[in-house]
């Protein structure tokens, strides 16, 4: 991804460090990000997102690290002088101003010319679809038009960098999915870098150019969405982002990119491929996405798959999908989800029917421990 | 259900007349014809006229209003700064050491207070030679340093229900933060600052003990010659007073009181 401008990335973040006293916020990070990029950083609750964010725009001082944005360092730089602007996870609109007076807040600082002010927020108030709200109280709008009046008042002063937090945390399913869109529209239409933060993995699929994962003030895997749910580099990033099975196992043979796999677990052993083939004996671990899974109630006849036996224990019907559990005859239980392609006039799976679940050895991942 | 809702409204009729009966005694015995305080002589408002030509009562409200309202207005300014530097100005050495001491003064014995700062005074005048005399400045002074801990304490609850991101968006959009302590911080906390000045300016009319230990001759406040007078039997002009200043307390009560309740919601 970042392979030519190696040197001189838009934002580059090095070695940063937030300590608050023994306990130790963000750890050394270091990140990379390109111009024009929708970068997410992704992360459970507490793993220090925020830290991070809130060192970017300002308002935290690192304790070690520097950052340096288009070449600049700005490690030292307040936060009224930086050109990145950020949106608040509360929005934090200001209650006693109107929308327009919100949103011209930050070209006042400047000192822009009044009539460029004026017209410079009529296009943003017209972009976030807020023209008619415009001499609204906060107090008036409902949780969505305050969230876009955040957007919109960040995002006025052209800012070089959009910094998000959680920018979508409080509105509802229908909405956010939604503004998601929306988001993606604006920032390729503004071609503004956007980092963003979060800690829904769907939403940081579907919005980001590329994301980190975050854990315990590091980053575990910085990649493309693609990257980081089909090739994940630890169990973390597996476990994380979606769901995955694992099978704990130790290498019988390998080489040549190609691996064999002894499994208690599922009492048979299984082929994988991976491009650094681990050695023989070490301790390893299959991880398998549900949907990579075949499941069938007659014995598949390509002898190449992993194939094991087991027992429907539990489904649900999504409509466009199954979900199955489903128990191996050494206890062991796999989910696997299969796309309902036929309005089934044939009889469906039901629970305590045999089946077998196959996968190709390439849709295996191999991590090691 | 019903014995017992009788029950509750007597408890209620109770407790307020405990509260209410005396207070509206005076104000009935306000408009007494007689002479004497405490017999009823038929329906005047005499005394009303007769203390607007006490020029001894007239000077001695003059100076509580003066003293109210400076002392208001200081302790609104002072009380103001101590509010947001302990809410906004993160933890910095000995926070919570001037958390407790901002309080203090409310619980301090009004005797104490006083006297404490009279010693100050007399110790300054040997030192500098000011105040020559006590009165005005020194009474407004003492007022002050009360009265701002209540200030500062009603600002610091409103800053610490404020979410400290509104200051941190303004600073971000580029705001230095003195612009943004008057763009955003005390339009926000103006509220607080007004019911404070309110509150600041009923218990400097309202004080008694503080005013006697540092005030001088000739340097009187109201309830200082309420006091006095009353000291030689209670006459009639001061149940009119006396109604007079409840009028204007429960006035400004109820104005705090109002913004107060504007000031809750978001
Ligand atoms: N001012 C502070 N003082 C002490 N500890 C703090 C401070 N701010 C954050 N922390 C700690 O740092 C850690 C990371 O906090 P941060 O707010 O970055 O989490 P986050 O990843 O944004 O989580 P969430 O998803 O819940 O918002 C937390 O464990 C938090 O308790
Ligand atoms: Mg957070």
Redesign the pocket.
């Known amino acids: 991804m970042t392979g030519k401008d190696n040197d001189k990335s838009f934002i580059e973040v090095r070695e940063l460090s937030?300590h608050?006293?023994e306990?130790v916020?963000?750890d050394a990070v270091n990140l990379r990000i390109e111009r024009g990029e929708l970068f997410s950083i992704l992360?459970?609750?507490?793993?220090?997102?925020?830290?991070?964010?809130?060192m970017l725009a300002g308002f935290?001082t690192p304790t070690s690290g520097r950052i340096f944005l288009d070449g600049v360092d700005i490690t030292d730089q307040p936060p009224y002088e930086r050109p990145v602007n950020m949106m608040f996870?509360s929005y934090a609109v200001f209650p006693h101003m109107t929308v327009e007076q919100n949103v011209s807040y930050g070209l006042q600082k400047e000192r822009m010319p009044r009539n460029e002010i004026a017209s410079r927020v009529g296009e943003m108030l017209a972009l976030v679809k807020l023209e008619d709200y415009a001499s609204r109280k906060p107090d008036q709008l409902s949780g969505g038009q305050r969230q876009r009046v955040a957007l919109a008042r960040a995002l006025v002063k052209k800012p070089k960098v959009l910094l998000l937090?959680?920018p979508l945390a409080a509105l509802d399913r229908k909405l956010r999915e939604h503004t998601q869109f929306e988001l993606m529209n604006i920032q390729d239409e503004l071609g503004i870098t956007f980092v963003v933060?979060t800690?829904d993995q769907e939403e940081a699929m579907i919005l980001s150019n590329r994301i980190a994962v975050?854990e315990q003030?590091r980053f575990e895997q910085i990649g493309t969405p693609k990257e980081v749910y089909e090739f994940p580099c630890n169990r973390f990033v597996a476990d994380f982002i979606g769901t995955i099975n694992t099978f704990e196992g130790v290498v019988q043979t390998s080489g040549e990119g190609e691996i064999t796999v002894a499994s208690d677990e599922c009492g048979h052993s299984l082929r994988a491929y991976c491009d650094t083939p681990p050695r023989n004996g070490s301790d390893i671990c299959l991880a398998v996405r549900p949907e990579k899974i075949y499941i069938s109630q007659t014995e598949p006849d390509n002898d190449e798959d992993s194939c094991l036996r087991g027992v429907i224990e539990d489904f649900g019907y999504f409509g466009n999908l199954s979900l199955y559990r489903i128990r191996l005859e050494t206890g062991k239980v796999v989910q696997v989800s299969a796309q309902n392609r036929r309005r089934s006039t044939e009889r469906f799976l039901e629970w305590d029917d045999q089946v077998f679940i196959s996968w190709r050895p390439r849709s295996a991942v191999v991590l090691e421990n | 259900m019903k014995r017992q809702s009788r029950f509750v409204f007597s408890m209620l009729v109770f407790g307020y007349a405990f509260l209410y009966v005396p207070l509206l005694s005076v104000v009935v015995y306000s408009f007494n014809d007689s002479n004497l305080a405490t017999i009823w002589g038929g329906f005047s408002t005499r005394w009303y006229g007769e203390l607007l030509k006490n020029d001894q009562v007239i000077s001695a409200l003059l100076l509580s209003l003066k003293i109210a309202i400076s002392a208001a207005t200081l302790a609104t300014l002072f009380g103001t700064m101590a509010g947001i530097a302990l809410s906004r100005f993160g933890r910095f050495r000995g926070r919570n050491l001037f958390t407790g001491m901002i309080t203090s003064p409310m619980v301090m014995p009004e005797v104490i207070t006083g006297l404490s700062l009279l010693l100050l005074f007399v110790t300054l005048q040997q030192l500098t030679g000011w105040p020559t005399q006590r009165g005005y400045a020194t009474i407004t002074i003492a007022h002050t340093t009360f009265a701002m801990a209540y200030v500062a304490v009603i600002v610091q609850s409103r800053l610490a229900a404020m979410d400290q991101s509104l200051e941190e968006a303004a600073m971000d959009l580029g705001g230095h933060p003195f612009r943004v302590m008057l763009d955003i911080t005390l339009p926000l906390i103006l509220p607080a600052m007004v019911a404070g000045w309110l509150l600041a300016f009923t218990l400097s009319l309202d004080d008694l003990v503080i005013a006697s230990f540092v005030s001088g001759p000739g340097g009187s406040t109201l309830p200082m010659l309420i006091f006095s007078k009353v000291k030689l039997g209670v006459t009639p002009d001061i149940n009119a007073l006396a109604t007079l200043i409840m009028l204007f307390v429960s006035a400004g009560v109820l104005v705090a009181w109002t913004i107060g309740r504007r000031m809750q919601r978001p």
Do not use: I, N, P, Y
């Open positions: 937030k608050f006293g306990f916020a963000v992360g459970g609750s507490g793993c220090g997102k925020t830290t991070l964010l809130r935290e996870q937090d959680e933060v800690h975050m003030g």
